[in-house]
C-alpha cells in the first residue's frame, strides 16, 4: 500500500481550511458571489503556502455541479477530478517544464476549444516566471482578450521576473508567510488526528524552522512521524535539523552576560561538538539577542513578538535584567558584522569566537602611541638634545617663508606614511568596532603613498569588490572619520587597484619620505652585492 504524504493528505479543499490566507480566501468568495470572477489571477508569495491548493479550491468552485459556489461539494465528478488532478477542463502546467513559445503556441490553440463538461476550461500555470520572454509575448494578446470559457490563473514566488505587460492583465494576490503560532496549531490537530505524540517545544522548533511555510512544517513533521512509537522529542526535532537548543542559547548568553571569555569559548566548544551548525549558531544567537532587546524595552507586553512557548518567554524577562539596553545593541551589531564578515572569509568559526572575546573580554589592549608619540619622539623627550651651536649656515636654496594650511601642517609634522603602517591593525580594529565587513575589506588592502592629507590604500586586482565597497559613500566616510579620529590629524582616502606585487619603494620609510617631499617616483633599482 503506497504511503500519502502529510502535505497531501490534509491538503486544504476549501477555502476554509485555507490556514494563514484568510485575507485571500475572502476577496475570492465575495468574487464568486457577486459573479465578478476576473479571467485571469496571479497568485504570488513564499513556497508552501498555499498558493496551488488556492488555485485548485478556485477551481472547484467554478466548476462544481452546484456552483458556481463557495463551497465545492467535493463529491461530483468535476470536483474529485479536480482533486486528483486528473480534470480534461483543468489543466496544471508547470512552468519550468513547459516554458519555451511553442508550448505557449499549442496552449493558444487549445483555448479555443470549448470545455469538456465544465463551465470553464481553468490553465493554472505553476512557477509562471521560468516561462521565456518569447512564450510571454507569445501569451499577451490571449491573456487579454481570452475566450469567455477560459479562465488563467498564474502562481509564481518570484513576481519580480514576470513582465509588467502580464501582471497588468491579472488580478494580483498576495500571500503571505504563515506565523509560527498557527503553524503549530495546525501540526497540533495533525498530530492528533495521525496519533502522534509530540511536545509544545517540539511544534514550535517545527514551526521556527519551516519559516512560515506550511508544507515544510509537515515535510518535517513526516519526516519525525517514523518516531511516533516513542514520541517525538525536542532534542530529535534539533537534531535532525541541526538547530540549536535553546538551552545552549540560554546558557552562552549567561557566560556573555558575566563577561567570562573563557566560559562564553567552553560552550561555544560545547555547543560545536554537538554537531551544531556554526552559521545558524549565528543568526540564532542574533535572533536571540533580538528577542532580549524586545522585552528590555517593552516588557511583558511586547511578548507577542517573540514566537516561543510561556515559558521560554520568562527565561527571556529574567535573563534580559543581566543587561543594559546598550549592550544588547551592542551585541546585536557585533554579531550581524560577524555574519557579514563570514561570507567573505574561508573560516566561519574564528569570526564568531572574535566576536565573544570582543563582547566579553573586560582588559583593554595596549593603545597604539599617537601617531604625534612615537617611540622615538618619546626617547627624545626623555633624553633632550643639548641645543645645537648658532653656526650659520649658507642657504643654497633660499625659501619664502610662506604659510602652509593648519591640515598640512598637522599632517606633515605628526604623521608619515610609517607610522600609518606601525598602526595600521589600530586602525581597523578602530573600524571593526563602527562595521565589521569594512575592517575585513581594509585588512586586504595595504597603504601606500600619503600625500599631504590624502592617504592612497592600494588592493590588488582580485580585491576589487573590496576597493568597489569601500568606495561607496557612507562607508568612505566612516572610514575617513574613524582615521582622522585616531591619526589626531584630518584625512582623506583614496582606494587603487596594483597590479602585482606592492611596490617595494612603499615600504621603506626613508625611500617614501623623500619622494613624499620631492614629489618623485622610482624609475629603477639596483642592489649592491
Known amino acids: 500500500m503506497s504511503y500519502l504524504v502529510l502535505a497531501r493528505k490534509h491538503r486544504p479543499q476549501t477555502f476554509d481550511e485555507l490556514i494563514g490566507q484568510e485575507h485571500i480566501s475572502e476577496l475570492l468568495k465575495k468574487a464568486l458571489k457577486s459573479e465578478k470572477v476576473a479571467h485571469s489571477y496571479l497568485f504570488c508569495g513564499p513556497r508552501g503556502i498555499g498558493k496551488t491548493s488556492c488555485a485548485r479550491i478556485l477551481a472547484k468552485a467554478l466548476n462544481c455541479e452546484q456552483g458556481p459556489t463557495i463551497i465545492p461539494c467535493g463529491k461530483c465528478t468535476a470536483c474529485q477530478e479536480i482533486t486528483k488532478g486528473s480534470s480534461f477542463d483543468v489543466l496544471e502546467i508547470d512552468g519550468a517544464s513547459n516554458r519555451g513559445i ?3 503556441r499549442a496552449l493558444r490553440e487549445n483555448v479555443k476549444f470549448a470545455p469538456s463538461y465544465g463551465r470553464f476550461k481553468i490553465y493554472i500555470i505553476d512557477e509562471v516566471h521560468m516561462l521565456t520572454t518569447e512564450a510571454f509575448n507569445a501569451l499577451l494578446k490571449t491573456l487579454e482578450e481570452p475566450p469567455e470559457h477560459v479562465k488563467f490563473i498564474f502562481a509564481t514566488t518570484e513576481p519580480n521576473k514576470i513582465p509588467a505587460t502580464i501582471i497588468s492583465r491579472c488580478q494580483r494576490f498576495d500571500f503571505k508567510r504563515v506565523p509560527i503560532k498557527t503553524i503549530v496549531e495546525l501540526l497540533e490537530d495533525i498530530s492528533e488526528k495521525e496519533n502522534l505524540t ?3 517545544d517540539a511544534l514550535y522548533a517545527i514551526g521556527k524552522a519551516a519559516q512560515g511555510s506550511l508544507r515544510d512544517a509537515l515535510s518535517i513533521l513526516d519526516q519525525l512521524s517514523a518516531l511516533s512509537e516513542e514520541g517525538i522529542k525536542t532534542d530529535d526535532v534539533f537534531s535532525m535539523l541541526g538547530l540549536v537548543e535553546t538551552e545552549f542559547l540560554f546558557e552562552l548568553t549567561d557566560a556573555i552576560a558575566q563577561k567570562n571569555c573563557s566560559l562564553s569559548l567552553q560552550v561555544l566548544e560545547k555547543i560545536i561538538d554537538k554537531g551544531k551548525d556554526i552559521k545558524q549558531l549565528t543568526k540564532d544567537l542574533t535572533e536571540h539577542f533580538r528577542h532580549l532587546m524586545v522585552v528590555k524595552v517593552g516588557g511583558k507586553s511586547l511578548g507577542k513578538l517573540i514566537d516561543y512557548p510561556v515559558v521560554i518567554k520568562e527565561k527571556f524577562l529574567v535573563q534580559c535584567e543581566q543587561f543594559t539596553l546598550k549592550d544588547i545593541l551592542q551585541s546585536i551589531d557585533t554579531f550581524i558584522g560577524t555574519q557579514e564578515v563570514a561570507r567573505i572569509t574561508e573560516s566561519i568559526r574564528m569570526p564568531l569566537e572574535v566576536a565573544l572575546a570582543k563582547i ?3 582588559g583593554e ?8 608619540q612615537t617611540a622615538s619622539t618619546a626617547q627624545v623627550q626623555s633624553n633632550p638634545i643639548p641645543p645645537k651651536l648658532n653656526i650659520p649656515a649658507k642657504n643654497l636654496n633660499p625659501e619664502p617663508k610662506a604659510e602652509t594650511s593648519p591640515t598640512v601642517s598637522a599632517m606633515t609634522k605628526s604623521t608619515d606614511l610609517s607610522q600609518i603602517r606601525k598602526v595600521w591593525d589600530t586602525l581597523t580594529h578602530a573600524v ?3 562595521k565589521m565587513s569594512l575592517a575585513a ?3 586586504e ?3 601606500y603613498t600619503l600625500k599631504d592629507n590624502t592617504l592612497t590604500i592600494g588592493f590588488s586586482p582580485k580585491f576589487k569588490f573590496h576597493k568597489e565597497s569601500l568606495e561607496d559613500a557612507p562607508n568612505l566616510k566612516l572610514v575617513e572619520d574613524v582615521f582622522t579620529e585616531k591619526l589626531k590629524s584630518p584625512i582623506l582616502l583614496k582606494y587603487i587597484l596594483i597590479d602585482g606585487d606592492m611596490p617595494q619603494q612603499s615600504e621603506d620609510p626613508a625611500v617614501q619620505s ?10 629603477s633599482r639596483w642592489h649592491n652585492e
Open 198 to 200: 509530540i511536545n509544545e
Open 365 to 372: 589592549t595596549a593603545p597604539a602611541l599617537p601617531p604625534q
Open 432 to 434: 571593526s568596532k563602527k
Open 441 to 443: 575589506y581594509l585588512q
Open 102 to 104: 511553442d508550448e505557449i
Open 514 to 523: 623623500v619622494l613624499e617631499t620631492f614629489g618623485g617616483e622610482v624609475v
Open 360 to 362: 566579553t573580554y573586560q
Open 445 to 447: 588592502g595595504s597603504p
